[in-house]
């Protein structure tokens, strides 16, 4: 691969998306306010809801498991007749039906029978095909972002022009959600970069500038690593350890609804990587805002891997990514407007 030219095509060539591209897809726009079911229209803030976690490809598990929600395919896209979906992001790389997954989203999407946030992986593409302006990309093509990148490169290498316009459509979508029962987020939401995005995205989304200008240094491009990537701490005692991709790490994720004074190392990572001694947390290591308190609205998110049951992590603190690419399972939480989740709402194939 040669790595001075875009794998794919470039977005924002001759400022081609720059005009109308807040815009979004037919239908988008509208489910911003109201999403239509079966001929009703219904506020997204009482609408019975399903919120599903990371896909990365597996179109075959996500088929799967709309069908045991009750979903079935009507006009071309999957709808309920009285619920719809919200995906939390990361629709490509790793799996083998990229391409699959992402027409079934953005279907359901266009129908008015879904919303779609953006996760990590669509901002990384986003990034990995814009050129800077200086003869480079906003995201470099080094070996470990190739890499990360590789699967999606090879399903869409005889159709690039395709792959330009799903990422034309990935530019449209919001980094998070929420209404005056529920949040929904990529990886975390802390309120003091969930301020900075509210002040500088166009209706929660990305503009080109917006994502040049974040590609850099500053609160923006902070504010969007924290929410679609999560808080890390760095180790204490040179301490290091290899994530699920054998990468050597110094940081590590934590658990951003845990008070972080009085906690130890190990009770704040997330997941706590093996052999985590249990050193007190020094919380001005932290950055952001305070941690996500006990008593605010569920907030649901996906992006950590998990590798166990699935489980609520507290009675408002639901993760929906449980490692699908890596042969777990492809979770969901129907939500019913309720304060306290319930664990028995959790649903996976």
Request: charge should be negative; include cysteine.
């Amino acid at each position: 691969m040669n790595r001075d030219e875009p794998a794919c095509r470039p977005i924002g060539v001759n400022g081609g998306r720059q005009a109308g591209m807040n815009d979004g897809p037919k239908g988008l726009g509208a489910l911003t306010n109201k999403p239509h079911l079966g001929g009703m229209s219904v506020p997204l803030s009482t609408a019975p809801i399903d919120l599903i976690g990371d896909i990365h490809g597996h179109a075959d598990e996500l088929e799967a498991l709309l069908k045991k929600l009750g979903y079935a395919v009507k006009n071309g896209s999957y709808a309920h007749p009285e619920r719809t979906v919200l995906f939390v992001g990361d629709y490509i790389d790793r799996g083998p039906k990229i391409r699959e997954t992402l027409d079934l989203v953005r279907r359901m999407v266009e129908a008015g029978q879904a919303l779609a946030l953006m996760g990590n992986h669509e901002y990384n593409a986003l990034c990995y095909h814009t050129p800077d302006g200086e003869g480079d990309y906003l995201r470099k093509h080094s070996d470990g972002n190739v890499k990360q990148h590789v699967r999606t490169l090879e399903q869409f290498a005889l159709s690039t022009a395709h792959f330009g316009d799903y990422l034309d459509w990935i530019m449209t979508l919001p980094l998070y959600h929420e209404t005056e029962r529920f949040r929904a987020v990529h990886a975390c939401w802390d309120a003091q970069q969930m301020a900075t995005l509210r002040s500088r995205l166009v209706n929660g989304r990305l503009t080109e500038a917006l994502l040049h200008e974040a590609a850099g240094h500053g609160a923006l491009h902070d504010a969007i690593e924290v929410t679609l990537k999560g808080k890390e701490i760095e180790l204490p005692n040179g301490i290091t350890f290899r994530d699920h991709e054998k990468n050597e790490r110094t940081n590590m994720r934590i658990k951003w609804w845990v008070d972080p004074v009085g906690a130890t190392y190990h009770q704040i990572g997330f997941p706590t990587p093996e052999h985590i001694e249990d050193h007190p947390v020094d919380p001005s290591r932290l950055d952001g805002g305070p941690h996500y308190f006990p008593d605010e609205k569920p907030v649901f998110f996906g992006h950590y891997w998990l590798n166990r049951e699935p489980m609520l992590q507290r009675e408002n603190i639901c993760c929906l990514d449980y490692s699908v690419a890596k042969e777990g399972r492809l979770v969901a939480y129907r939500y019913d407007g309720e304060r306290v989740l319930d664990q028995k709402k959790l649903v996976y194939v």
